[in-house]
C-alpha cells in the first residue's frame, strides 16, 4: 500500500465543469509535487510545492491551480479542461528534513478523462 | 534542456535470461533513481544512486552509475516473469533538489 493517498481514483469531468484532486501524505515529507503521464509515456512535472510554497511550475496551463493548504496536503483544482489533459495524474512526496537525495514516493493517482 | 533516453524502449525476454538496460542523460546530475511502473499503477522506487561508480542491488535488479559517461544501467539476472513492468529512470539537475526528468521508459515483458 502505497503512504501517499489520492482522491478520486477515477474522474470524469465535462470541458466546462470545475473538480479537485486531492493528495494527503503523513510522512512528514516537506516537498510534495504533481506529475501527468500520459499513456504508455514517463511521467512529466506539473508543480513542485517545497515548505508548502510553490517552489517550480512547468509552465502549465492555468485551467491547472494548484494549492498546498498544510505541509500534508496537496491538491490540483481543474477548471475548463480540454480532451486532451485526459491523463493519469500522479501526486508524489519527498524529503524529510535534511534528506534532500530520498525518492519521490508515488500516490496510485487520479485516470482523469475530460468528455 | 534535460534529456534523458533509455534503451531499448521495449524488451521482451525469456525467463532466466539476463539482459541490461541502458539509461543515457545530457547534462550533469548528481542523483540519478530507477523506478518501476505495473500497467495501470503507480511508480515504486528501486534505486537512489548518488556519485560515481555507485552499484545497488537488490534481488535480480542490479543499478550502477557512471557520471563521467553520464549513463546509468539496469542490470536484470536470471529474469523471472514477476519482473514485467516498465521501469524508468529519473535524473535530477545538479543542484536542482526537486526537479526529477524521467527516462522515456523500457517495457519490460519476461516471457514464460
Known amino acids: 500500500d502505497t503512504e501517499v493517498t489520492q482522491t478520486p481514483k477515477h474522474l470524469v469531468m465535462g470541458m466546462t465543469n470545475k473538480k479537485s484532486l486531492k493528495c494527503e501524505q503523513h510522512?512528514?515529507?516537506?516537498?510534495m509535487y504533481w506529475y501527468k503521464q500520459k499513456a504508455k509515456k514517463p511521467p512529466e512535472l506539473m508543480f513542485v510545492?517545497?515548505?508548502?510554497?510553490?517552489?517550480i511550475n512547468e509552465s502549465v496551463p492555468s485551467r491547472f491551480s494548484p494549492e498546498c493548504p498544510n505541509s500534508s496536503l496537496l491538491n490540483l483544482h481543474l477548471h475548463a479542461l480540454q480532451p486532451e489533459d485526459s491523463a493519469l495524474y500522479l501526486c508524489a512526496s519527498s524529503g524529510k528534513a535534511r534528506d534532500k537525495n530520498s525518492p519521490l514516493h508515488f500516490g496510485n493517482g487520479t485516470r482523469l478523462t475530460v468528455t | 534542456e534535460l534529456k534523458v533516453e533509455q534503451n531499448p524502449l521495449f524488451l521482451s525476454m525469456q525467463e532466466g535470461k539476463n539482459y541490461t538496460i541502458y539509461c543515457n542523460y545530457s547534462?550533469?546530475?548528481?542523483?540519478l533513481y530507477w523506478y518501476r511502473q505495473d500497467p495501470g499503477k503507480s511508480l515504486e522506487s528501486l534505486f537512489v544512486l548518488l556519485s560515481n561508480g555507485a552499484v545497488k542491488q537488490e534481488g535480480r535488479l542490479m543499478a550502477s552509475l557512471d557520471t563521467k559517461a553520464r549513463l546509468s544501467t539496469l542490470h536484470i539476472t536470471a529474469a523471472v516473469h514477476d519482473l514485467s513492468a516498465t521501469y524508468f529512470c529519473?535524473?535530477?539537475?545538479?543542484?536542482?533538489?526537486?526537479?526529477?526528468?524521467f527516462g522515456t521508459g523500457t517495457r519490460l515483458q519476461v516471457t514464460l
Open positions: 529519473a535524473v535530477a539537475y545538479a543542484g536542482t533538489a526537486s526537479k526529477l526528468t
Open positions: 547534462t550533469t546530475s548528481d542523483r
Open positions: 510545492y517545497s515548505y508548502e510554497k510553490l517552489s
Open positions: 510522512m512528514g515529507h516537506r516537498a
